[in-house]
Protein backbone atom coordinates (compact mmCIF):
# COMPACT_ATOMS: atom_id res chain seq x y z
CA UNK A 1 0.00 0.00 0.00
CA UNK A 2 1.33 3.29 -1.35
CA UNK A 3 1.79 6.53 1.31
CA UNK A 4 -0.73 9.33 0.41
CA UNK A 5 0.75 12.78 1.24
CA UNK A 6 -1.39 16.12 1.79
CA UNK A 7 0.26 19.49 0.78
CA UNK A 8 -1.88 21.91 3.22
CA UNK A 9 -1.75 25.28 5.23
CA UNK A 10 -3.48 23.78 7.87
CA UNK A 11 -0.28 23.84 10.24
CA UNK A 12 0.40 27.58 9.88
CA UNK A 13 -0.44 30.28 12.44
CA UNK A 14 0.73 33.42 9.76
CA UNK A 15 -2.41 35.87 9.63
CA UNK A 16 -1.97 36.81 6.49
CA UNK A 17 -1.64 33.82 4.57
CA UNK A 18 -4.91 31.98 3.48
CA UNK A 19 -5.20 28.61 5.40
CA UNK A 20 -6.53 26.43 2.25
CA UNK A 21 -5.23 26.24 -0.94
CA UNK A 22 -7.82 27.32 -3.73
CA UNK A 23 -8.35 25.97 -6.95
CA UNK A 24 -7.62 28.93 -8.75
CA UNK A 25 -4.43 29.34 -6.94
CA UNK A 26 -3.71 25.78 -8.20
CA UNK A 27 -4.40 26.63 -11.52
CA UNK A 28 -2.23 29.73 -11.73
CA UNK A 29 0.90 27.86 -10.03
CA UNK A 30 0.63 24.92 -12.01
CA UNK A 31 0.13 26.79 -15.28
CA UNK A 32 3.83 28.04 -14.95
CA UNK A 33 4.90 24.49 -14.37
CA UNK A 34 5.43 22.55 -17.91
CA UNK A 35 5.66 19.90 -16.70
CA UNK A 36 2.03 19.51 -15.24
CA UNK A 37 -1.52 19.38 -17.02
CA UNK A 38 -4.97 19.95 -15.42
CA UNK A 39 -7.71 17.00 -15.99
CA UNK A 40 -11.23 17.37 -14.55
CA UNK A 41 -11.00 13.23 -14.51
CA UNK A 42 -8.44 10.86 -13.61
CA UNK A 43 -8.63 7.21 -15.43
CA UNK A 44 -6.62 4.56 -13.68
CA UNK A 45 -6.41 1.47 -15.97
CA UNK A 46 -5.67 -2.33 -15.71
CA UNK A 47 -7.28 -5.34 -15.54
CA UNK A 48 -10.42 -2.89 -15.16
CA UNK A 49 -10.57 0.55 -15.37
CA UNK A 50 -11.89 3.41 -13.12
CA UNK A 51 -12.57 7.35 -13.42
CA UNK A 52 -12.38 9.52 -10.78
CA UNK A 53 -13.66 12.99 -11.40
CA UNK A 54 -12.06 15.95 -9.31
CA UNK A 55 -9.43 18.27 -9.66
CA UNK A 56 -6.10 16.75 -10.87
CA UNK A 57 -2.72 18.38 -11.58
CA UNK A 58 -1.37 15.59 -13.61
CA UNK A 59 2.52 15.41 -13.28
CA UNK A 60 4.66 14.12 -16.18
CA UNK A 61 7.57 12.04 -14.70
CA UNK A 62 9.36 10.34 -17.78
CA UNK A 63 6.85 7.86 -18.60
CA UNK A 64 4.78 8.07 -15.70
CA UNK A 65 1.51 10.55 -15.46
CA UNK A 66 1.16 11.21 -11.38
CA UNK A 67 -1.84 12.89 -10.18
CA UNK A 68 -1.57 16.04 -7.64
CA UNK A 69 -5.41 16.15 -6.64
CA UNK A 70 -6.80 19.63 -5.23
CA UNK A 71 -9.36 18.88 -2.82
CA UNK A 72 -11.22 20.63 -0.05
CA UNK A 73 -8.77 23.31 0.23
CA UNK A 74 -5.16 20.62 0.29
CA UNK A 75 -3.40 18.62 -2.28
CA UNK A 76 -3.30 15.64 -2.43
CA UNK A 77 -0.41 12.95 -3.66
CA UNK A 78 0.80 9.41 -3.51
CA UNK A 79 4.20 8.23 -2.55
CA UNK A 80 4.20 5.41 -4.66
CA UNK A 81 7.10 6.89 -6.97
CA UNK A 82 10.08 8.23 -4.77
CA UNK A 83 10.56 11.01 -7.06
CA UNK A 84 7.28 12.29 -5.90
CA UNK A 85 8.69 13.56 -2.49
CA UNK A 86 10.88 16.07 -4.22
CA UNK A 87 8.64 17.72 -6.12
CA UNK A 88 5.99 17.09 -3.76
CA UNK A 89 8.36 19.38 -1.76
CA UNK A 90 9.08 21.65 -4.20
CA UNK A 91 5.57 22.58 -4.65
CA UNK A 92 4.45 22.96 -0.85
CA UNK A 93 7.26 25.39 -0.86
CA UNK A 94 6.09 27.90 -3.22
CA UNK A 95 2.85 27.48 -1.93
CA UNK A 96 3.42 28.56 1.23
CA UNK A 97 2.58 25.31 2.76
CA UNK A 98 3.62 22.08 4.57
CA UNK A 99 3.77 18.42 3.73
CA UNK A 100 1.42 15.77 5.84
CA UNK A 101 1.06 12.15 5.93
CA UNK A 102 -2.37 11.56 5.13
Partial sequence: MSQRYRITRSFQQNEQAEPSISLEECKEYFSTKPDFTYSSVFT???ATSMSIE????MWSYGEFKIPFRHYQGDIYVSGTNEAVIPKMLEVASELGADVAEG
Fill in 54 to 57: GDFF
Fill in 44 to 46: VTG
